[in-house]
């Protein structure tokens, strides 16, 4: 796995959400949901350094929010959970 | 009937109300804005011809950015996420239809593409070049992301597609209407879904958090304003306008465009990476 790949997984484990394999071609892979493997979306592994982080941790208020994650609530109920 | 010929037929038999988003947005007359009027031209090069070393590198280089060959194998892979997202994600039969056909669309590009790229170099037609931007890169985990990712990201092509029909390179001049047409088609596709995700509360509350990722990405695409190889693209003739200068012309045109949706602009400067 890529330093960047590493990035990417490290930055969506904390809010509950895995990487999967390379899907397509080692550029592109599956997001999926740590609670129940339903896929979420798709990410490449061309981010800039630290990007991975910075995005996720501006997506945060809306996994809790249930605006974005699976509909098992499973990013949900990680938001909620006090640190 | 030739190779095209049976592809526009295949390609009027899909037609429906909505597809193809470039008819309704091409009816009222041209939808870009107007680019400066280029410089008269020394050079015009078909295939076959001699290129010089550095104008043929510049056209690879350029081509390499643009992606959409069917021998690219990185370019199928998106295309393979498009089809994963659409599947998982959208809402209804409709929607993902309406992707089915942006899907077939973008694979006549890449026989398009490919022609050129075999005119041209052959054991080019056949690299593998993943697309080196991050906008091709961002994560979509809903709808919302994936419109976000067509109507910026698809109109970028329109804007450039519209520089090449002044290109020097005469078999990309011969296409780059074609290719124009459809890429604003499909981010008008994207702009269809963000007004349907707008239009109920939730949908416009996501919609607007999303825009400050997509938007800075979208106008990093153009590159360093600073560029020191557009004077190059420029001076071959491969290029007819400046990284900043195509930049203002997007932006101005996503601009009105958000505004109507009812979204809230974010702060040009915030989170870009090349300015």
Redesign the interface.
């Known amino acids: 796995m890529s330093a960047i790949a590493e990035e990417i997984r490290q930055a969506y484990a904390a809010v509950g959400i895995t990487l999967d394999q390379p ?3 080692g ?2 892979y ?2 999926l949901c740590a609670g129940c493997g ?11 350094p630290g ?2 982080a910075e ?1 996720v941790g ?2 945060r208020d ?1 996994y809790a929010a249930g ?3 699976c509909s098992c609530g499973h990013q949900k109920r990680l938001g909620e959970t006090p640190a | 009937m030739s190779e095209m010929d049976a592809i526009t037929e295949a390609e009027e038999r899909g037609r429906t109300g909505l597809w193809p988003f470039w008819r309704k947005a091409y009816a009222t007359g041209d939808p870009l804005p107007a680019f400066p009027a280029p410089a008269s031209r020394g050079y015009r090069f078909d295939e076959g011809d001699p290129l010089p070393e550095e104008y043929k590198s510049l056209l690879l280089r350029m081509l390499r950015h643009e992606g959409e060959r069917a021998g690219n ?2 370019f ?3 295309m ?2 498009c089809l ?2 659409a599947e ?2 959208f809402p209804d039969r409709e929607t993902k239809l309406i992707k089915a056909e942006y899907l077939a669309e973008e694979l006549k590009h890449a026989i398009m593409f490919h022609r050129l790229a075999v005119g041209l170099e052959r054991d080019f037609a056949l690299r ?1 070049v ?5 906008s ?7 709808w919302a ?1 994936d419109a976000y990712f067509h109507f910026f990201v698809d109109l970028n092509g329109a804007f450039h597609s519209r520089d090449w029909r002044e290109s020097s390179y005469v078999p990309l001049a011969k296409m780059a209407a074609t290719v124009e047409r459809d890429e604003l088609g499909h981010s008008e596709m994207g702009y269809y879904f963000l007004e349907r995700i707008c239009s109920e509360p ?1 949908g416009r ?2 919609a607007q ?1 999303l825009l ?2 997509w938007y800075a990405a979208a106008l990093d695409m153009f590159g360093r304003s600073d560029s020191p190889n557009v004077p190059k693209f420029i001076g071959w003739g491969l290029k007819t306008i400046g990284n900043a200068e195509i930049r203002d012309l997007y932006k101005g045109y996503v601009d009105a465009k958000i505004v109507a949706l009812g979204l809230d602009l974010p702060d040009a400067r915030q989170n870009r ?1 090349f300015l």
């Open positions: 899907a397509a071609f550029t592109y599956r997001l339903r896929m979420l979306g798709q990410v490449g592994d061309k981010l800039l990007m991975a995005i501006q997506q809306l605006l974005l994650g | 194998k990185s199928l892979g998106l393979a996420t994963d997202l998982a994600l593998d993943p697309y080196a931007h991050y091709f890169h961002l994560p979509r985990e809903s992301d939730r509350e996501l958090r400050a990722k990476k």
